[in-house]
């Protein structure tokens, strides 16, 4: 399983190539290309968890391919690389989505550390996006039902094929929620201490409207208890507070 997918912007063909096989040969995977343009239509067609460019390189005046993928990527972490550093282009990176400022020559060592790090760092924060999102669709198909006799009769029959297509939706949903909090985990592995459990992210700033988000899923099961009486809710409400207790 790949660690990642990186994407090298590069016009020195030497170090464009060396740099990717040796990334290649730690597990990650690599595409290069040689100038910003091919750049910003590899990242538009593609997903990306890194970028790493050089400065110096045709399409790339004034950090513009820089600026352009922080519009266009949702925050796609980009290492810059350099033989030409200076005061003011080191400036212009604070404002941007910069996860380091390197000079060449680099210690392959030092490269590898910053690509891990940035790489874990944005697939725990798109697998958090993805969670609350779930959890917040999730949340909207729990509201409570209108009143009793606000809506027409229904059969018997038709009822009770409401009440298991809610009760799948709801199972379905949670189940997701639970997926993407263990793929959370898995992205922020290589970030943890030897004795770190996976399950402490929860405790991160973004961790907390997760938290957040699974008390409110839990009261609205609390709330809605009377209208669907299932032994399978209550398992379901029953297993995520549990879950609140081990994170």
């Not at 200076?86 to 550390?113: M, Q």
């Not at 809610?166 to 970030?191: C, H, I, K, P, Y």
């Amino acid at each position: 399983m790949s660690r990642g997918r990186i994407l090298i912007a590069d016009d020195e063909p030497t170090y464009l190539t060396s740099t990717a096989e040796l990334l290649r040969h730690e597990g990650f995977t690599v595409d290069t290309v040689e100038e910003a343009e091919s750049a910003l239509e590899a990242i538009t067609a593609n997903s990306y968890d890194l970028l790493i460019t050089d400065l110096e390189m045709p399409g790339n005046a004034d950090l513009d391919l820089v600026q352009q993928v922080a519009h266009l990527s949702g925050g796609l972490p980009i290492i810059i690389i350099t033989g030409f550093p200076s005061v003011r282009s080191a400036v212009a990176s604070i404002e941007l989505p910069v996860a380091a400022y390197l000079v060449k020559p680099v210690h392959f060592p030092e490269l590898l550390k910053r690509v891990s790090s940035a790489v874990a760092r944005f697939r725990s924060y798109r697998a958090m996006q993805t969670a609350e999102t779930r959890l917040r669709e999730y949340r909207q198909q729990l509201e409570p039902p209108p009143a009793p006799g606000t809506l027409p009769l229904a059969s018997t029959g038709n009822a009770r094929n409401g009440v298991d297509s809610f009760l799948a939706l709801t199972l379905r949903n949670v189940m997701g929620s639970l997926t993407d909090l263990e793929q959370l985990g898995r992205a922020l592995a290589g970030q943890t201490t030897p004795d770190a459990h996976a399950c402490q992210l929860i405790n991160c700033p973004r961790g907390a409207q997760l938290r957040a988000a699974v008390e409110e899923t839990i009261s609205v099961l609390e709330e809605t208890k009377g209208a669907f009486k299932s032994k399978t809710l209550g398992d379901l409400r029953h297993k995520l507070e549990l879950l609140l207790k081990h994170v």
